[in-house]
Nanobody
């Protein structure tokens, strides 16, 4: 099993920045993907960004490209999502997820492990 714990959410004004973190523990894979998803009230969970743990690969949703940056710290088994130029429409619960394969996916159903989520609220 893999345990994922998010932290760093909060309330920020539009145009501001916030960084959320996801600490992983438990079973490790030789290569896998870590992703961030988000879910706003009344909406489906949507893909935000993904990073390959053992390689230099990242991919972003168009809605966050150029504003958000996903990164990892292998020594600390932690993945980060730096969010800049935040907009009210970025308000959601942000979840990190892990997929223990060498194939990237943007579909939530294809991720095996999930954190509990952290709330990000952007005020206008």
């Amino acid at each position: 099993q893999v345990q994922l714990v998010e932290s760093g959410g909060g309330l920020v004004q539009a145009g501001g920045s916030l960084r959320v973190s996801c600490a992983a523990s438990g079973r490790t894979f030789s290569d896998y993907f870590m992703a961030w998803f988000r879910q706003a009230p009344g909406k489906e969970r949507e893909f935000v960004a993904v990073i390959r743990w053992n390689g230099v690969y990242t991919y972003y949703a168009d809605s966050v490209k150029g504003r958000f940056t996903i990164s990892r710290d292998n020594a600390k088994n932690t993945v980060f999502l730096q969010m800049n130029s935040l907009k009210p429409e970025d308000t959601a619960v942000y979840y990190c997820a892990a997929r223990g394969t060498q194939v990237m996916s943007v579909r939530p159903i294809q991720y095996d492990y999930w954190g509990q989520g952290t709330q990000v609220t952007v005020s206008s």
